[in-house]
């Protein structure tokens, strides 16, 4: 694969988010990096991505084209001859979310909140434990309300797992009591 145009979007422990031109597909797409001393948490969502995908989860994930590994040189986020650092970043290459937003107050509705649902049972039927559900990580598409779940970094694999978890409490903090103090401000 070979990425141009790269484009920081977030920086989180783990490493950052970019967007980028896969100069081979002619496609845009979102490469998440892992330092090395994250290689755990590149791992888990690796695990989760690729589990998903044989379970013929799609549309409620971001499609996955690859996992790659190099320097920030070789990912082209530093200029060639700078003096970046020689840190290995573990990257997941997806699909890039055009128009994606996080979920809010402003664009939930009920069309995108049924594909939530969804999405979600249907990660649940693959042996997937999102862990991490907070609104953040949750996107929606405004122009096909497409609802995406995003980071699986924490994501536990089990068939043991209470489903209830990810349903009741996130959803729960994260859906109805997180907007209800929002609104307040409002
Ligand atoms: N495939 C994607 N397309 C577009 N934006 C994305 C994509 N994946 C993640 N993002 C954006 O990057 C942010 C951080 O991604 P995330 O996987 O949650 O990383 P972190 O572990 O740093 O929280 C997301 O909240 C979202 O705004
Ligand atoms: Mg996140």
Redesign the pocket.
Known sequence: MHFQDCLF??????G??V?ARDADEGRSV?I?LFRQRWIESFNQEKTAYELLKLAGVEDCI?DVYGYDCRTLVGWGLVEEGEDASDDLYYGIV????EG?E?VSIDNINLDNACKFIKGLNEIHGAGVLHDDLYL??I?VLPRSNRA?F??F?CAQVSDKFTWEFDIIIRTILSLVLRPFFMADRL
Do not use: F, Y
């Open positions: 979007i977030t920086a989180g422990t783990h950052c988010v967007k979102c998440k971001p997806m699909e890039w979310l994606g996080q953040r990580n996107m995406v995003v980071d970094s």
